[in-house]
Structures are given as structure tokens and as C-alpha cells.
């Protein structure tokens, strides 16, 4: 099986997120940075169909050469090979991404061979478009469903599944299939210091993006309104137990 | 200006969110229209109607009787090229962004989700969310036709009559479309687990022992939740690593962490923070997990908890 | 109290002990932990320290965990990679000999034993004590924050952050006003920064500097690890250090922290520490950048192959405080009165000096130990600056695990400070030691042809330790000064002045012994703490009725400084003027001082000055011209030699040395370096030295420097010194200062070897330590060659049981014992004993 997982290079903020002072992006002097988190399950959940089925894993990404950081964070917990689109910026519109990891996987897969799953996250953490994953399906004319919280594939046949109000959605499909991972699928695994060490040693291919400029552009960031830390007393002791009843009826956690 | 509102449904359920998405629409131009997929949708019109839809234009076909983002991508996208509508609004939920990017990509026009925002014009300018709500984006739309979701919870829906005059819109979908409609719906899993239960109710060092952990397992079962623990608690012994919440354990997101007798250290709360609401048990109003809770009790978790289960003994017997 | 880290948390809980009544405790973050330094610390404690007052705070520290219940003793392996680590093993076995710390060598096989999962076979040794334990730094704080709010005496504001500090204009410099906070403002009366890495950010609000910079240590939590999981025990294994690839393992319940020192140094500054709301983790736990840390995780697979399949669940760049020389930052802010530095600070010393800097405040000065290597009076403008805080950092934070030499010298900011010798000290082959800045010759190459004139001094030392930072050319200088004349260059010596009407009741207040000398005279004495220990020691000259001039050295000058300028008087009675910058000195000693220094002294005119004894006495001072220039001659001597400081100002200062020189060209003399003024010469005379044999916990009773009577004046620590004489003459005092000599320096493996001075202790002759009746180590406090006397040299204090000239003990030097016998108890000169030399 060969299975392709496309990632994307976010901060790793706290609990506020400041912003340069351009408003062109989040300052990020003293953060760190991370694969955006349903990627993180994304990544585990393509090493782990690997480890189930065989083949292969590749890890892309479109970013900045620091994006190198999150291949390999890939690479340290078992994806086989990493592909590098660098960019000048943070990231590129939706349109303009999906148009360049398409392309990307078209000539990966001329290279060689086709992936018989091309994993994304639901959505990016930080720009959240919730869209590159379907347009790169649709552009391949492959079925996708994004959303996935479980993947199960028995020689061709996939079953994905999706949590909804009601219940579970299963969504049957054939390979090649492309799908959209939501956090929760999986508890990813942490790299080991000698996954640490290999990654290192990954060769990351690297090619030129191509895509134009798509219809939505940013123009500034703006920091939401700031929340004050408001935390609702409920009383003191066991005198607050109906108070705190009431609450859990409210939130409807109580029926 | 026409502008097309997506209507969410599920086999004939309205999604009320829908109504949010109809609401900002009317924002933009009073005159608005709805579009509905699936027959069973059919009796939404009068609702919708309700709520400021001049037009419902309805979809009927068979591929059209469950969810598919596919086939209900295609069937906006012909909606689109059929009514030319200068914009089509959806609600941002999980559905509604994935019809939405489906349509766009057969349209090849973009689109911009959770919007809570609109300047309209020729091309329009759009405040969007980022990072689940914590920063806002500015940004710029051109299209012939505007795709945008509606972030949820950022329009409050109003009712406002219109003729709601339905219009059936036929088309034609490839039966391909059919390989992503929903096969099969199942009941959730029984038994939840820490990482996706809806309810967690975690111990922190103050709770002193392993059989002290009886109480939070009452109150947890009693809520349809699971325990959790810091990891002081592990590190006593007193629970299973697989019941550490945290940094190095297990990261939640259930509904409601009832936090009793935790400091809040950065180690444990990482693992705590994307719950959507947090209730701290701690007798320290000044503990960090007070601090950061949505709600609190100030008071020993060893009296606090059996108390809480006594009283939804009283209520629910 | 600024800051609910380990240090503000006991620093309140010792004040409140101390009976301070009305205290609030700020931090601007949460709860327990608040997100500084002590949140994120390791929490471990290796007791053993080669630095006397860290050994002490440390160890103090360790038993305030064990008393608070929260010190888990696990043991710990310093283990060794490179066979000078093994020497080094060899010292720190001395120092906890001396400190009284439980320790052992143990081999490879040993740390096997003890700890399963090592590879052994990379490793040639380790240092293993049992005592080394983890403490709950977090738990203890809250405990004793807690202990001071449950007696009613501390308010307790978290979450609340300091907006600025304000002062009041007051005689002798600002003072501080109030606590201005995001919730309200504080008036205070005494305000304390324990803000950490935040210090200086804090502190410069009201216009105070605490020199440190934030760095970075890294560290990572690995696992699961199945052996430790098993274990069932946060710590069921030795800590290691791993010592020479900078790097720790630490046990963690089921997973195993890695910790390092080696990495490039990484410092920020205080206003770039993100806010709490931005950090991901805490401020001071910033992501970990891996690419510094990979070497460490290759070199902790080599010695624990396990850790090889542990999973990275934690790791962070934390952020600690570096201060230029490595030691925290204590005591009252020399720019603002009563606005305290309770900074860098680490966990392992934290409730020890919490103690110590709330025995400061409450008394005046710490009674529990000298503090002087913390105190923040210790630093020189030129120290507290950005660049050089960063400087010194940048050099020194990969020696947190080095082998660090005793006269270990710095290599960055060099030349700061150059005396008008500079260039021809230079030409003669100076070796460059600092001095707080300033450059001094240590010993110059131009004397190594002396070696032919005195064979014997050309020695050299086999073992390269011994030998390091030193040069045999020093002997030989000595000999020569002994025998003819030398130059010393003394230029790093403060000058200040007092004038004034007050002047003269001011200097009595401070000193122990009699200031109103008539004009043209001096007096050595002694300065105290309240409680009667060591506060400085200078000699002061009357140079007008109400003029007095006060010498003090290079490494006290600060601390001297402030001490003056606190007990000022507020009425103006008194000016305080520092002319250190302004003065030049140059010391001429040897039996042929005066001889030269006739060729070239007159009077104002061309009058040749009277340099007799009888003429120009001992301790005189007087104004003359040399070669013309405008100089201040002193006859005094640290050398034991006759001879004069010569002062004059910096622009004349060259001159004077090319005349001294010129005119002492037939007496073949020669530039002498401070190898001999501070170490030979000094330790032949049995010259006490500030900071070596002169700190707070002993009094000049204790050191044989108490005068037969004692001025009727009151001063600063009298009631306590009348105490302590009052105990010596009705026994004796606890303690004896004495010089000891070596009888044998020949090791086991057949060499001589020469301590260093570094607090090795002196032991019974059935190897027990000696402690006196206050509980206070007999350990060498000065150690060097006596080239005249034939003998090497110890100071060291001593019980009267054991003073007394020619008991035979032994000292301990790299963990072996070598026979030494006491040769004199008290001050008395071994050489020269009648000082017969400097009054010929």
C-alpha cells in the first residue's frame, strides 16, 4: 500500500496568540511549531496502515523551508519518505495549495506509482480554509470524505467512518480514496529518541510548487476581542452541589 | 442580487444552523433564496419561508436520499450554474464547509469558511475566524459567484416571512457520485474512553489515594464519563498511566472536565485544555485550574463530590 | 515579596519565623506554580560544591526539604568518561570530605550494581552519594507560604502583576515606596525581588539592576521505559550524571528526564520572555530546539540503550538565571535602600538562602553564613551591563559541568581595566590574571633568568593541576624582592575618601580600631557585622584633620562601597568620595626599597625627603615629589618587606614607574607579581585575606586580629566582639587562626603535589574532620609555597585542642592525606616573626 499524508507547519501558541505588527502574521519569536493536529493523527494513522498492510509512507508538505521540521517529525515516528514544496510565505491561499500538491502528487505518482490513500487533516489549525483536501480529491478525481475518525481497508474496500449527531456515518468506498482526518482517530505516538536520530537522516526530495493566486486573499489579522478570565463561582463546599447540578443540566451532560 | 442559501439537513431534519446561514444572508440582500437537496427535504419549505426564503429551489434525486458530499457538492455546483446566483451562503459546520468545498472545486471558484462578516460588493471583503475563534482574518473575495460559510453560533437566526415560493431545479447526477454517500449509520461504540469521552471527572494529588478514587468513579458513571487523573496520581500508584491526563498522558476534549482537587500545573492542563467547559473542585480560589476553569467550587473534593452525586440521586433517583 | 518561586515562597515563610508581621507575597501568575524557573526545575540535589558558601546553602537547603517531608533520597553517580574527570573526582571526594557529605568512588562494575540499565564499559569510574535526593520545590514553598498566612502574617495575591516600583527621594539614595500592581498599588516598606528570570525587568523599575540573564537549559522527558514502569517508584534508581558530555538522567516515575548543559550557550533577555497568556507551556518552558539537543540524545543512547526506544513526551528549552560569575544575586540593591535581590537562584539552595537573605534583612547581615560571593554589592559598574552579563554567560555556562580550576582565569572582557603599567608590564612578559576587571600581572617572563641566581625556585610542579595557573618564575621573584627590591602594581586598589566634620565619628562607627590617628598616620582595621563576624578589613589614612582616605582591594571594593555608603550619615556631615578611578599605586618593597626610592624623593623643591624610620614610621603617610611628580607615599607592607605604597594620579603614573625603575636598576630590581603580594609573601607573613581567612561567621578574636584594648567608642559589632574577647579570656575563642606547613607533599604515586587553597580540610591524624565548638570546619583557607621559609604553606582555622604549635594533622588534597604540623597559632609572622625586615 502506498499512502501519501500531507501536513502543514503551524505555531504551537498558548492561550492568547499575538500577532506581528504588520497583522501579516502570529508572532512566533518564542513559539514553537507543529504539524496542525488532525495532520498529527493524519501521520499516525498513514504509519499505521502501513504497518498493518506494508508499503510505503510519503510525507508532504508546502510551506517554508522550516517545514522541514515537520517532515521530519513525521519521519521520526515512521513515515518512509518526505516531500518538501517550499515557499517563500507561511502558506499559500487554499486554491493555489490545492493546486500545487496536486501537481505534486501527479508527478510523485508518475515517479512511482500511484498512492492508494492520500491523507489530509480535516482542517489546518491555524487558517482552518477546510477545503485543500477536496479540491486535490476532486482534481484527481478521487472520492473523498473528510471528517474520518476511523479507516479500515480489507484489499480494496474502505471503510471510513464519521461521528455525526446521530450516531456513526460509514462511508464505503474504493481504493484510491482521499480523506480528511479529524483528531481522535487515533492517540499519536510520541517519536523515540532513535526516530529522532533517523529522521535526520531522511533525504527530503524537494520540488517546485505550481499554482496561481486563487480568489481569496488575506489582507490582515486582526486579534479577537480579549476574553477575560471569568470563572463562574459556584459556591462554597457541599452547599454548591445544586448549584452544580444545575449545570450539568444545563450543559445537558445531566438527561 | 441573488444570494442562494444551502440548506442542511439530514433525510428531512433541518439543521438549525441553516437558519443562521439564511439569517446573515439577508444581511446582505433581503431578497434571498434557499436551496434543499433530497425529496425529504421537500417540507422544509414552509420553515425556511419562515425565515426570509423568497425562493426554495428544490433538488430531487435519488442519489440525493442520504448525505454524500460528492453528490451534494455536484448537485450545488449545477444549482449554481443553473441559477447563477451572485452568492451562495452555508452554515460552517462539518457538513455545510464540506459541501461547500466540494461545490467549489467543480466550480473552480473559491471559497471562504466561517465568515462572521460581509462586506459586499464587487469584490467583497470577508472577517473570517482562525484558530477555532482566537484571531480573526481579513480578507479579500473575488467571484462570479461567492462561496462563503457562515461561521456556527456567529449570527443569531431571527425568523422573517417570505413568499417561500418553491421551485423545483432538475438536474442530473452522475451515479458515480454515489461511491461517498453514507453505506451504513451505526450506533456509537459502547464504552467510552478517556480520549473521547463527553464527561471526565479527574483527581489530582488531593485526593490522596487509590480507594479515595471511588466517589469520582460514582459521580463519572453516574454522567456517562470516566475518570482521569493527574500525574501525581500515577506517580503514587494510585491509577493506571492510561488514566493520566496530560502532557505525557492522555489529551481530552469532552464536554465537561470536572477538575477536583487540581492545581492546574501546565503539565496536566495541556492535556485538559480543549475541553469545551472546565469545572474546578479545589479548596485554593487562587489554584491555577480555578483560575483557568469556566466554573468553580471552592471546597474539599472529599465532601464537594458525593454531595454532587446526592443530589442527582435526589433529581433523578 | 515579588515572585512565589521557591525562594520568595521560603524567604516569607523565614521572615515570618523571624517575626516579620505584615507581608504580602505577589506573583503575577497562578498557583501553585506560578510558571517561573522552580516549575519546570529538576528538583534534584548533588550536595557536594567546591565553593564553601554554595556547599553550605546547599546542604542547609537538602535538610529543609528532608524537614518540610518532601526529599526523596535516591542517591546519585557522577559518572566519568575522560580520565580527568577521575581527578576531578578525586577533589570533589576532598570537598565532601570537608563539607562532612557522605561519598564514595565506586568502579564500573559498582554503577552496574547500582544502576542495571548503564553501559558500564564507556565508563572509567563514578562519584556515587547516597544522599543526593529530589525535592518537592513546589510542595515546600506552598508549605511555607502557607505556614506564614496560617500565623496571620501574609497576604498571598497570585495572579497579580507588578506594573512598577516607586521610591522616594532620601539622604543617601532613593528608597523604596511602593508596589504598584495590575489590582492596585502596595506601600512597602521593604520590597524583595525573587522574580527569577524576571529579576532585572522587575528591578530596573525602580532603577536598581540585578545583573543575570534568562538561558537556557534543555531537558526531556523519554518514555515509557519498561524497567523503570516497573520499578513502581518515582525513584527506585541513582541519578546519573553523566559529567563529560554535560548531560543528566534522571529518573521519573515510569519515564526518565534528560537533561543538558552542553549545547551553545542560549540567553534572552528578560523582556523578550513571552507572556503567560502566549506561552504554550509556561514562559520559561519554550520549545525545545532539537537540532541543540540531538547530540545529547546520541551520547544518552551510548550510556543507556534503552532510552533509545523512548518516546520524546516533553521537552523544553527551560529558562534559568546565569549571573556573570555563576553565583546568585542577594542582598539589598546597592541603588535603592531597602529594595532587596533574592535572585538566581536554583532549587537545590533555595530554602538555605531564603533563610539567609531573611537573616540579612531582619539583623542586618546573615548570621548562618558569609555571603559575600552572592552579594549584589559584589559587582563593578562595568559588570551589570548587558554585554558583559552575556559575555561572561556565554563563557562559563558549559562549565555548569566543567572541571573548573581554582585560579581559573576568564577569557572574555579582558583589559577592562588597565593600569598606567599596562604597556610596560606588558613588555616584561606579564601573565594577566583579572581582578575584577582590572589586569594583573601575575608573574612576569622577564624574571626567568632569575632561575639562575636561585636554582631551587625553578621547580616545577609534575602534576599538571598543581601546575596550572601558575608559573615557578614566582619563587623566584619572591626571592629576589626578599633579597633586593620589587614592584608590584596595586593600581586595582579602591581609594575613598571621607571629609567632613562627621568623617572622623562615621569611621569609628564602622571600624573595630581607633581612627583619630594623628593626620600623616594610618590604622588597620577590621569592619563588622552587627553580630561581631567580618564584614571587610582595610587600613584607613588620616590625611587632614577631616580627611580620611580609605585603601581596600580590588575583589571587596563594591562590597566596601555600599557598606559605607549605607551608614552614612544622612545630615551631611560627611562626604563620600570614590577615587579609585583617579589613583594610581605602585608597591616598592625589599630590603633596598628605600635606597631606591632616595635617589628620587624630595620635597617640593629638589629636597631630598627624609625616608628614615625615624623620619617616615612605619604606617606614616606623606606627600612627596618622585622624579617631580605629585605622589602620596604610605610605609606599610603585605610583603613583609620595608618599602611604601606609592599613590599618585593615573596620568602621572608611568613616569613614576619609569623613575622607580631607573633609579633601582643598580639594585637589579624587578616587577613583581600579585603571585607573590597576595599568595608568598602574604602567607610567610600570615596576612589575612578578606573572603579567605576574614568572613562573617569568625571574628578577630578567632583570627589574632584583636588589638590588646578596644576604643571606648561604640562601633558596628562591638557588643558581640566585647563577647567574643570576653570568651577567649575566659577559655579560649572556638577557633584559632593558624599556619600550618606541609612535612610531606609526596603522593602515592611518588610526587610532590601542592594544594591550592580550595577548602581542603584538615584532618586528625586518625583522618576525622575537625570541627569546632561552633560547629565550623578546620579546612585550608590559603595554601602556597613559602620560598623563604622553605616550606608550602596552609592557613587554617583550628580548635584550641589543635593550635598549638607543633601538633601534627594531616590535610586532605585530592583525596589523599598528608602530614602537616601547625608553626604558628595566632598571627604571628613565620617569617620574620619581630617584622624586624620592614622596620630596617
Redesign the interface.
Known amino acids: 500500500m502506498r499512502v501519501l499524508v500531507c501536513v502543514k507547519r503551524v505555531p504551537a501558541p498558548g492561550a492568547k496568540i499575538n500577532i506581528t505588527a504588520d497583522g501579516q502574521a502570529v508572532d512566533t519569536a518564542y513559539l514553537a511549531f507543529t504539524t496542525s493536529p488532525h495532520e498529527e493523527c493524519a501521520v499516525e494513522a498513514a504509519v499505521q496502515l502501513v504497518e498493518q498492510h506494508g508499503g510505503e509512507s510519503t510525507v508532504l508538505t508546502l510551506g517554508p523551508a522550516e517545514a522541514d521540521e515537520q517532515l521530519r517529525y513525521a519521519a521520526s515516528i515512521g513515515v518512509n519518505k518526505a516531500v518538501l514544496l517550499p515557499i517563500a510565505t507561511a502558506d499559500w491561499d487554499p486554491q493555489r495549495t490545492a493546486a500545487a500538491i496536486t501537481a505534486a502528487i501527479r508527478e510523485l505518482e508518475a515517479a512511482g506509482g500511484a498512492f492508494d490513500i492520500v491523507l489530509f487533516g480535516n482542517e489546518s489549525a491555524d487558517s482552518g480554509n477546510f477545503q485543500v483536501g477536496v479540491r486535490v480529491a476532486h482534481a484527481l478525481a478521487r472520492p473523498m470524505v473528510n471528517g474520518i475518525k476511523g479507516i479500515e481497508v480489507d484489499g480494496a474496500a474502505v471503510r471510513a467512518r464519521r461521528d455525526s449527531e446521530a450516531g456513526v456515518e460509514v462511508y464505503a468506498l474504493h481504493l484510491p480514496v482521499v480523506l480528511g482526518v479529524k483528531e481522535g482517530i487515533n492517540l499519536p505516538r510520541y517519536p523515540t529518541l532513535k526516530g529522532r536520530l533517523a529522521s535526520k537522516k531522511v533525504a527530503v526530495e524537494q520540488a517546485v510548487p505550481q499554482g496561481v493566486a486563487g480568489g481569496q486573499q488575506m489582507v490582515t489579522l486582526v486579534q479577537a476581542a480579549e476574553q477575560a478570565s471569568t470563572t463562574v463561582m459556584l459556591g462554597n463546599g457541599p452547599e454548591a452541589a445544586p448549584a452544580v447540578v444545575d449545570l450539568l443540566e444545563e450543559l445537558g451532560i445531566l438527561k | 442580487m441573488t444570494v442562494l442559501v444551502l440548506i442542511e439537513h ?1 433525510r428531512g431534519s433541518l439543521n438549525p444552523a441553516s437558519l443562521e446561514a439564511l439569517t446573515a444572508a439577508r444581511a446582505i440582500d433581503p431578497q434571498i433564496e434557499a436551496l434543499t437537496l433530497g425529496a425529504a427535504a421537500d417540507g422544509l419549505a414552509g420553515e425556511l419561508a419562515a425565515n426570509g426564503a423568497a425562493v426554495v429551489h428544490q433538488v430531487h434525486a435519488d442519489l440525493l436520499s442520504d ?1 454524500g ?2 453528490a451534494w ?1 455536484e448537485a450545488t455546483a449545477q444549482a449554481v450554474r443553473a441559477l447563477k446566483p451572485d452568492a451562495v451562503l452555508a452554515c ?1 459546520t ?1 457538513r455545510g ?2 459541501v ?3 461545490a ?3 466550480l473552480d ?6 465568515c462572521i462578516e460581509f462586506v459586499p460588493g464587487d469584490t467583497w ?1 470577508i ?1 473570517r ?15 462570479t459567484t461567492k462561496l462563503v ?1 457562515v461561521a456556527h453560533h456567529a449570527f443569531e437566526a431571527t425568523p422573517s416571512q417570505a413568499a417561500g415560493t418553491v421551485a423545483p431545479l432538475p438536474m442530473t447526477l452522475d451515479p458515480a457520485l454515489a ?11 459502547a464504552g467510552v474512553t478517556l ?2 469521552a ?2 471526565v471527572v479527574g483527581g489530582g494529588r488531593a485526593v490522596g489515594s487509590a480507594e479515595a478514587f471511588a466517589p469520582l468513579e460514582e459521580l463519572a458513571a453516574r ?3 470516566v475518570v482521569g487523573c493527574s ?1 501525581a496520581v ?2 503514587n ?1 494510585w491509577r493506571n ?1 492510561t488514566d493520566q491526563v496530560g ?2 498522558g ?1 489529551r481530552i ?1 469532552p ?2 472536565y470536572i477538575a477536583c482537587g487540581i ?5 496536566h492542563w ?1 492535556g485538559a ?1 480543549a475541553s469545551k ?1 472546565i ?2 473542585i479545589n479548596t ?1 480560589p ?3 485550574m ?11 473534593l472529599h ?2 463530590v ?3 452525586t ?3 440521586i435526589r ?2 433517583g | 515579596m515579588i515572585g512565589a518561586g521557591i525562594v520568595g515562597n521560603c524567604l516569607v515563610g523565614h521572615l515570618a519565623r523571624m517575626g516579620w508581621t505584615d507581608m504580602v507575597l505577589l506573583d503575577k501568575g497562578p498557583l501553585p506554580n506560578p510558571g517561573g524557573s522552580t516549575g519546570h526545575a529538576s528538583n534534584f540535589i548533588f550536595p557536594t560544591d567546591h565553593n564553601k558558601e554554595m556547599a553550605f546553602l546547599t546542604v542547609d537547603s537538602q535538610n529543609q526539604y528532608i524537614a518540610a517531608g518532601l526529599n526523596n533520597t535516591c542517591g546519585g553517580i557522577e559518572v566519568a568518561r575522560e580520565p580527568q574527570r577521575m581527578e576531578e573526582f578525586k577533589r570533589r571526594m576532598t570537598s565532601a570530605k570537608a563539607w562532612g557529605i557522605d561519598a564514595r568512588l565506586v568502579t564500573p562494575a559498582e554503577i552496574k550494581e547500582l544502576v542495571p540499565f548503564i553501559n558500564e564499559e564507556i565508563l572509567l569510574g563514578g562519584y556515587y552519594t547516597p544522599s543526593v535526593s529530589v525535592v518537592d520545590s513546589l510542595a515546600t514553598g506552598t508549605l511555607m507560604r502557607d505556614e506564614a498566612v496560617a500565623k496571620g502574617v501574609l497576604s498571598v495575591f497570585a495572579n497579580t502583576e507588578v506594573m512598577n516600583l516607586l521610591t522616594e527621594p532620601a539622604p543617601g539614595g532613593p528608597r523604596i515606596k511602593a508596589v504598584v500592581t495590575d489590582r492596585g498599588t502596595i506601600e512597602a516598606e521593604h520590597v524583595v525581588v525573587a522574580c527569577g528570570v524576571w529579576s532585572p525587568r522587575i528591578a530596573k523599575m525602580a532603577g536598581a539592576n540585578i545583573p543575570l540573564t534568562p538561558a537556557v537549559h534543555q531537558m526531556a522527558d523519554v518514555g515509557p521505559i519498561d524497567i523503570l514502569q516497573q520499578s513502581g517508584k518515582e525513584l527506585a534508581y541513582p541519578i546519573i550524571r553523566d559529567m563529560d558530555t554535560f548531560c543528566y538522567e534522571r529518573q521519573s516515575s515510569g519515564s526518565m528526564e534528560v537533561g543538558s548543559y552542553a549545547h551553545r550557550p542560549i540567553l534572552m533577555r528578560p523582556d523578550d520572555i513571552p507572556s503567560i497568556q502566549a506561552s504554550a507551556l509556561t514562559p520559561t518552558e519554550l520549545p525545545l530546539t532539537y537540532d541543540d539537543f540531538d547530540p545529547q540524545m546520541e551520547q544518552a543512547i551510548e550510556l543507556m540503550e534503552m532510552l533509545g526506544d523512548a518516546e520524546i513526551r516533553y521537552a523544553i528549552n527551560g529558562l534559568l538565571s546565569l549571573t556573570p560569575d555563576a553565583n546568585p544575586v542577594l542582598g539589598e540593591t546597592p541603588e535603592v535602600r531597602n529594595l532587596w535581590s533574592a535572585a538566581a537562584v536554583w532549587v537545590k539552595e533555595g530554602p538555605g538562602i531564603a533563610q539567609l537573605v531573611a537573616e540579612w534583612m531582619t539583623y542586618g547581615y546573615p548570621h548562618m553564613c558569609d555571603p559575600h560571593g552572592s552579594d549584589i554589592s559584589r559587582f563593578y559598574p562595568h559588570e551589570k551591563t548587558e554585554w558583559h552579563i552575556n559575555a561572561r554567560c556565554n563563557e562559563h555556562f558549559n562549565k555548569t559541568y566543567g572541571i573548573v580550576h581554582p585560579r581559573e582565569q576568564w577569557a572574555s572582557q579582558r583589559g577592562m581595566r588597565r593600569s598606567p603599567f599596562y604597556a610596560r608590564e606588558e613588555a616584561l612578559g606579564a601573565t594577566f590574571f583579572d581582578a575584577r576587571g582590572w589586569e594583573r600581572p601575575q608573574w612576569y617572563s622577564s624574571n626567568e633568568q632569575l632561575f639562575a641566581k636561585f636554582p631551587q625556585a625553578a621547580t616545577p610542579r609534575t602534576h599538571e593541576w598543581d601546575a596550572r595557573w601558575w608559573n615557578p618564575v614566582t619563587n623566584a621573584e619572591h626571592l629576589q624582592m626578599r633579597e633586593s627590591v620589587g614592584v608590584v602594581d596595586l593600581t586595582a586598589f579602591n581609594e575613598f575618601d571621607f571629609e567632613g566634620p562627621g568623617a572622623l565619628d562615621f569611621l569609628n562607627y564602622m571600624c573595630v580600631n581607633q581612627v583619630n590617628v594623628p593626620v600623616g598616620r594610618s590604622v588597620y582595621t577590621p569592619l563588622l557585622t552587627p553580630h561581631g563576624g567580618f564584614r571587610g578589613d582595610l587600613t584607613i589614612q588620616r590625611l587632614g584633620e577631616q580627611h580620611f582616605r580609605v585603601i581596600t582591594g580590588a575583589f571587596d571594593g563594591g562590597r566596601d562601597h555600599y557598606w559605607f555608603n549605607k551608614y552614612l550619615p544622612t545630615d551631611g556631615s560627611v562626604t563620600f568620595t570614590d577615587r579609585s578611578q583617579g589613583i594610581c599605586t605602585v608597591g616598592v618593597w625589599g630590603p633596598n626599597a628605600a635606597a631606591t626610592m632616595a635617589k628620587i624623593t624630595t620635597d617640593d623643591t629638589t629636597v631630598p625627603f627624609d625616608l628614615s624610620q625615624a623620619g617616615f614610621p612605619y604606617g606614616a603617610v606623606r606627600d612627596v615629589l618622585i622624579d617631580g611628580v605629585p605622589c602620596t607615599m604610605f610605609r606599610i607592607s603585605y610583603v613583609g618587606e620595608n618599602g611604601w605604597e606609592i599613590y599618585t594620579n593615573m596620568e602621572h603614573g608611568l613616569k613614576v614607574w619609569d623613575a622607580i625603575f631607573a633609579a633601582g636598576e643598580e639594585f637589579e630590581i624587578i616587577p613583581v607579581g600579585i603571585g607573590v603580594y597576595a599568595v608568598t609573601g602574604r602567607i610567610e607573613k600570615g596576612y589575612r585575606l578578606m573572603g579567605a581567612e576574614l568572613e562573617s561567621e569568625y571574628n578577630p578574636v578567632e583570627a589574632g586580629l584583636a588589638r590588646p584594648k578596644v576604643k571606648s567608642a561604640d562601633f558596628m559589632g562591638k557588643e558581640a566582639y566585647l563577647k567574643a574577647r570576653q570568651e577567649a579570656e575566659n577559655g579560649a575563642p572556638a577557633a584559632i587562626m593558624c599556619t600550618l606547613s606541609m612535612d610531606s607533599q609526596q603522593c602515592a604515586d611518588g610526587y610532590d603535589r601542592f594544594p591550592t587553597g580550595g577548602n581542603e580540610p584538615i584532618l586528625t591524624l586518625d583522618g576525622e574532620r575537625i570541627i569546632d565548638a561552633k560547629g565550623r570546619v578546620s579546612r585550608v583557607t590559603t595554601a602556597g609555597a613559602g620560598p623563604s621559609v622553605g616550606k608550602y604553606l596552609l592557613l587554617a582555622y583550628l580548635p584550641p585542642q589543635h593550635a598549638v604549635v607543633g601538633t601534627k594533622l594531616q590535610v586532605m588534597y585530592m583525596n589523599e592525606c598528608y602530614p602537616v604540623t601547625v608553626e604558628v597559632a595566632g598571627a604571628q609572622p613565620l617569617f620574620d616573626p619581630t617584622d624586624a625586615r620592614m622596620k630596617s
Open positions: 439530514d448525505y458530499p460528492e457538492g460552517g462539518e464547509n464540506e461547500m468545498a466540494q467549489a472545486a467543480r471558484l473559491p471559497m471562504v469558511a466561517n471583503t472577517t475566524v482562525r484558530w477555532g475563534g482566537s484571531l480573526l482574518e481579513q480578507c479579500t473575495l473575488s467571484a460559510t461511491r461517498t454517500v453514507v453505506a451504513d449509520r451505526v450506533e456509537r461504540a480520549a473521547t463527553p464527561l454522567l456517562g464519563g500525574r500515577t506517580n500508584g498511566h502532557q505525557t492522555t476534549a464536554d465537561l492545581s492546574g500545573a501546565i503539565q495541556v485544555m467547559k469545572l474546578a485554593d487562587e489554584a491555577n480555578v483560575a483557568k476553569a469556566d466554573y468553580a467550587v471552592i471546597g474539599d465532601k464537594v458525593p454531595a454532587i446526592a443530589e442527582i433529581r433523578r
